[in-house]
């Protein structure tokens, strides 16, 4: 299953983003809402082209709440009207019931995006952000990967020694083999962007539930995982990843990612029990709980949004520690080498001593410009994450 | 009170470093390769022997046997321990581990901590005036700033020093930078001699300030503006403070509770250094040389160097605590609540 991020763009995807995009855009029509229309048509189909199926259903459950959500709201929804309340019937089928949900739905998708726009640090992550999706997405429609060796005698055409500067034929020049850098660079962050993904998606996963389960349970629970925690936390972490990244031989890197996130998980667990803690004695939540209002939604509605904006946060600085931790572990060579990868650009750079070879910088710079202008964005972006998620931060559209 | 909290802590210091001691003992030996083969790869590859020559070769090299078995091992290791050996390295037959610890520890003490000094005092220095006056074009010039350090990882600041300062700008050559210390100096107290390890040390603490001043500033300035909004802030203005007295004993003071903290926890990371700085400058480092011993397999200098940096995070967490307490008297251990 090739969710969203990974996957390659293709033609076939284009036609189901717009096949997608359909039914919310009749609707829009329908109620002369040019704008949303035309947001849908090109979300639908950009979705759909670069992830297929899934991207294009995503699309169309997303923009079908938003245009429901400018043509119902305020009309069929009786609990925003502003009649007396003995005068409003409450009672409503399922179809308005589904109707109001996808209106909510929508609104929250406009007001997220509206948080997006109006932090200008964020609004700058962001867009950083989608430059590399964009790149790794449909740049290979583009531009071919260039894996094999080109030696002297059979050069690239154009090309004139290995190690060339940027020149107008190769942008950012070419390596130790005469590869095209450029082509390196655009096949080379995938993996690498999607391990750190897994590895701070995990890493969160792992921590919520203990930190919850410390914070909730309390007694030995709560002892023995702040024992846990305590240990991993003493251990440099770092050398001990490498130890471990010997130990375990990597036919997939997703146990990279496992692995980072067996030793990371401490540091937001903490956090974590510690919010769940003072959360427990909030008034509200305390009120939730006299009223009986069951742990499901003592969990999602009551203590999890309070959380959630500083979880997102740590997210994102964990994927940042993960890319950092997995370009050190390639670039010290503990881990195999694979190529396309910035990662290994640089581990060859080092092996290779292009580092000291004035020519050859353009192989060295390419990744180590890319992997620090996707870590900036993933800090600058942040900013507009806690807009979006912290409810204080959020103001009405 | 006090005693008993002094006893806890100790146990619970001393029940920690001998998990971690056997832990990083099961994991490091489960690593696929020993030191013996080790060896043997690069005899083979060398000097083109056969297996078997190089393996009779390799074996007379060490007084390490790779068949003992695990719970052996263990037991020789920690019966050595308690009487305060921590072996021979491996690797380099017949050095003591503790003289390899003691030849390289002082270069990571010398330029980590002199990093960590250097960034905690500007970012304290910065945040605090950031704080003050913010909303200027100075502060909003310096959280852009310290935004943009903090966002690029140090390994990536230290591969450009060498880049574009070293290679393209030629400010600098890479003999004067790489490694340690100039090859062409004795040591001692010679005034070439300390030129040389500062010299060579100003890359690392270059790459280590810039890479960590940015939370420095980022935290002092959110903590001081804090602080400014308190009360007793107020009251002292109304008092007619000199304004100067107001910023250092009730301002600054107050502020810098939290950052203390934290920098007693950054101290037990000074030991460990980095990894991968240390690798890049080559700097004769203890970063440097566990990264070397997990490459050769060279087991008790790995124990060695982890027992080490273990110590030193358990001793500055007990350090941590102990100075919030005395430092914050609202959170002193053991107090009346």
């Known amino acids: ?397 | 009170m006090w005693r008993s909290y002094a006893f806890r802590v100790t146990v619970q210091g001393l029940l920690t470093l001998w998990a971690v001691t056997t832990f990083t003992f099961v994991m490091i030996r489960k690593m696929p390769g020993n030191p013996v083969e080790v060896v043997i790869d690069q005899l083979i590859d060398r000097q083109q022997l056969s297996y078997e020559e190089a393996r009779q070769q390799a074996a007379g090299l060490f007084d390490f046997d790779p068949g003992q078995p695990l719970i052996e091992q263990y037991a020789d290791y920690m019966n050595k321990l308690l009487h305060g050996d921590m072996g021979k390295s491996i690797s380099s037959a017949g050095t003591p581990v503790a003289n390899q610890i003691k030849r390289y520890l002082p270069w990571t003490l010398f330029s980590v901590g002199s990093g960590l000094i250097i960034s905690f005092t500007l970012g304290v220095l910065l945040g605090m005036a950031m704080a003050y006056w913010r909303g200027s074009v100075f502060d909003n010039v310096l959280t852009a700033a310290a935004s943009l350090m903090y966002g690029i990882p140090d390994f990536i600041i230290a591969l450009l020093l060498l880049l574009v300062a070293g290679v393209q700008l030629k400010l600098f050559s890479m003999e004067d930078v790489l490694g340690g210390v100039g090859q062409d100096v004795h040591a001692g107290l010679n005034l070439p001699y300390l030129k040389s390890v500062v010299q060579h040390a100003a890359l690392p603490v270059i790459t280590y300030v810039w890479g960590t001043v940015g939370g420095w500033i980022l935290t002092m300035k959110s903590s001081t503006i804090s602080t400014l909004g308190e009360d007793y802030i107020m009251v002292a203005k109304a008092r007619g403070l000199p304004e100067r007295r107001i910023l250092t004993a009730y301002v600054g003071r107050n502020a810098m509770l939290p950052l203390v903290t934290r920098l007693a926890i950054s101290i037990g990371f000074v030991v460990g250094g980095s990894v991968i700085i240390e690798f890049i400058f080559q700097y004769p480092g203890l970063g440097r040389q566990l990264a070397m011993a997990i490459g050769t397999r060279d087991y008790t200098t790995m124990q060695g160097i982890f027992l080490v940096i273990a110590s030193a995070v358990v001793f500055s967490n007990i350090l941590a605590d102990l100075l919030f307490g005395m430092l914050d008297p609202r959170v002193r251990v053991g107090g009346e609540e």
């Open chain 1, 1 to 397: 299953m090739n969710l969203g991020f990974g996957a390659a763009a293709t033609l076939t995807g284009l036609l189901i983003g717009v096949l997608c995009s359909l039914p919310p855009l009749g609707l829009a029509l329908k109620h002369r809402l040019y704008r949303p229309a035309l947001l849908t048509l090109a979300a639908c189909a950009l979705g759909g082209f670069s992830a297929g199926l899934w991207g294009g259903a995503l699309m169309l459950v997303l923009m079908s709440g938003v245009v429901i959500s400018y043509a119902y709201v305020d009309r069929e929804d009786p609990f925003t009207s502003r009649a007396s309340i003995d005068e409003v019937d409450f009672s409503e089928s399922n179809w308005e019931f589904s109707l109001r949900k996808m209106a909510a739905l929508g609104r929250t998708v406009r007001a997220s995006a509206h948080a997006l726009v109006r932090n200008k640090a964020g609004f700058l992550g962001f867009l950083g952000l989608v430059f590399f999706f964009v790149m790794i997405v449909f740049g290979p429609l583009f531009i071919e990967y260039d894996g094999q060796p080109h030696y002297y005698d059979r050069l690239k055409p154009g090309a004139k020694t290995l190690f060339q500067g940027p020149s107008k034929e190769f942008p950012l020049g070419l390596d130790w083999q005469g590869r095209d850098v450029l082509s390196h660079i655009v096949y080379g962050g995938k993996n690498l962007i999607r391990t750190s993904v897994e590895a701070g998606l995990m890493t969160t996963v792992i921590a919520v539930v203990l930190g919850s389960m410390a914070g909730l349970l309390g007694g030995v629970v709560d002892q023995a995982l702040s024992a846990l925690s305590n240990f991993i936390l003493t251990i440099p972490t770092f050398p001990l990843l490498v130890v471990l990244a010997g130990i375990i031989t990597f036919d997939n890197h997703t146990y990279l990612a496992l692995l980072f996130a067996a030793l990371y998980w401490p540091t937001l667990m903490r956090a974590v029990r510690a919010q769940v803690f003072s959360l427990r004695e909030r008034d509200y939540v305390q009120a939730a709980v006299a009223l009986d209002l069951g742990l499901p939604h003592l969990i999602f509605r009551e203590v999890l949004p309070n959380m959630i904006s500083y979880i997102v946060v740590n997210m994102i600085f964990t994927i940042r520690g993960a890319m950092y931790a997995l370009v050190g572990l390639v670039f010290l060579g503990m881990v195999p080498v694979q190529e396309p990868d910035w990662a290994v650009m640089i581990y060859i750079g080092r092996t290779r001593q292009v580092i000291f070879n004035a020519r050859a910088a353009s192989m060295l710079l390419s990744p180590i410009i890319a992997i620090a202008l996707f870590q900036l964005s993933l800090v600058l972006f942040t900013r507009s994450l806690e807009e979006i998620f912290n409810p204080r931060l959020r103001r009405g559209l």
